[in-house]
């Protein structure tokens, strides 16, 4: 009768947990949240929602905060790496869950999995060569490559980009590592500390989102150029101020000044840099799609 | 008696065209060499070439000054396209040629040659997700992920990636397109115009080959962390100044700070960041190796 498989998705966020299982957006069978504490509960919660549904899900994935490690071929894949986060350093999520519930566990990273789902329900349904980057607590970048998730040695970390200084910004950047790359420049903690308020506080016109969007929009220019995706993706938390997306499409066009010749650029820039179509299920709808991807 | 087909490649640069027939760089049968005027002319000299040879090549490959057409399902496949170069725009290389010789016939631009030539025969034997950046008249770069030459929508732009500037460098760029991009600013013209001397007439010790370094530095981190990368290229003429490569890598360890944890970058970056194998013959040979590659 119902022959789509079911789905099951696990989105472990650094702030929530999201559960839950279907057969895509519009079939959202069961779905639990609760806040991350430590990983004993988080996992207990996740086992216990999966294990007491009518149906069990044909496969489950994970997108997790990170680090992780999400190397198929390692002895940790599955597992949360060393994140500064109390109670999830080394902490395996695949294993538990695999053999608590009894079908096949896929992971990877909270951005990859959001791609995943953007490829399968969302806005990247059309092609096959695209980047997802989330702009939220950090800034995280996946690519999909013909259709596949991209590794590479590590993994990428497009949030560390170094990128020029906006003219007149003498921020000096927040990221532990590098200060002022990407994420160090442009990330919500960076926002508020350049400007002392939380991002969410900062009124429209400000000339906070015309620096925001400065340093969003030579960052995208600098994926086209090195990645030559087919979409740009824009999605996480600072993402959602409303007026950062056109500010961003009109800067990438004007500093490229038409040196890309692809009228998927010049002429269409609207569906070329768009924001996610998941919406606030993302990330576990995510999930679900590595789940589907794997089966 | 002898199984392995026999490979043509072209070189078409803007300067020279090289042309030969071999089975690899040990075994280079025949070659010529000869400066780059008109397309009619260099056309019917390396028809010719292919024609007189004792034993016909099973496929040819040209790699070829740009921008090009490389995509395969394009109506213009094979062909230049709007470069400035006089008498050379919108030229077909890949019809003449095969209806000519009657072999098949592979076409990408000189760099994704070279990168493909490297792979085969040269220094990214081992890896299948590396990086070939060239450094000279222009800079370009080339993906090979999963084993495949990266083309996405266009095909990379690397050269024009945006980038900080160096501390005390106030030089206004040469890119006419973007000014400050990298290629604006670490071009072989680029580094002529900042200093007022040829690139070839700067002493080792003078800062301009910091400031060099730097650009290079800073355009490899940034790739590093979009396309994860198992090993970086580095070739083109302005790279065969020796002092470069190893403040490079010195410049990418210092800037990364940490961040990326992986042996094959922190513990053995002279093995991660390297010059190209295939000396001055690279051009030809990742022309070959793109014949290669397609049987």
Redesign the interface.
């Known amino acids: 009768m119902d022959a789509t498989p079911l789905y099951g998705g696990i989105e472990a966020g650094g702030t929530k947990f999201v559960c839950a299982t279907g057969t895509g957006p519009d079939d959202v069978r069961a779905e639990i949240r609760f806040p991350t504490r430590g990983s004993t509960e988080a996992l207990a919660l996740a086992i216990e929602f999966f294990r007491t549904q009518p149906k069990l899900p044909s496969a489950i994935g994970i997108g997790a905060f990170g680090p992780v490690d999400s190397d198929p071929a390692s002895s940790t894949y599955g597992y949360i790496t060393?994140t500064p986060k109390e109670g999830w350093q080394n902490t395996d999520l695949v294993g538990p869950v695999r053999r608590a519930v009894g079908v096949p566990v896929v992971f990877d990273t909270d951005v990859n999995a959001a791609a995943v789902g953007e490829h399968h329900w969302g806005a990247a349904r059309d092609v096959n060569?695209f980047l997802y980057l989330t702009v939220g607590t950090g800034i995280g970048?996946a690519?999909i490559?013909?259709g596949?998730r991209?590794?590479?040695?590590?993994?990428?970390?497009?949030?560390?980009?170094?990128?020029?200084?906006a003219e007149g910004d003498d921020f000096e950047g927040k990221c532990p590592?590098?200060g002022?790359c990407l994420e160090g420049m442009a990330s919500g903690p960076a926002i508020a500390a350049r400007w002392k308020m939380a991002a969410t506080d900062i009124p429209a016109g400000h000339i906070a989102w015309r620096i925001q969007a400065h340093y969003l929009a030579?960052a995208v220019?600098?994926?086209i150029?090195?990645?030559?995706?087919?979409r740009v993706i824009l999605g996480g938390g600072v993402m959602q101020r409303s007026e950062l997306l056109p500010m961003i499409r009109t800067i990438v066009l004007d500093?490229?000044?038409?040196?890309?010749?692809?009228d998927?650029?010049t002429r269409h820039i609207d569906s070329y840099i768009v924001a996610p179509a998941l919406g606030d299920r993302a990330g576990v709808l995510g999930a679900m799609a590595l789940a589907a991807e794997a089966l």
Do not use: D
Not at 150 to 165: A, C
Not at 225 to 230: A, I, Q, Y
């Open positions: 060393n060569t970048g690519a490559i013909r596949k991209h590794h590479g040695l590590m993994h990428p970390e497009m949030g560390h980009i170094l990128v020029p200084r590592y590098h002022q030579i220019i600098n994926f150029v090195t990645l030559s995706p087919e500093r490229l000044r038409g040196y890309i010749r692809r998927e650029i």
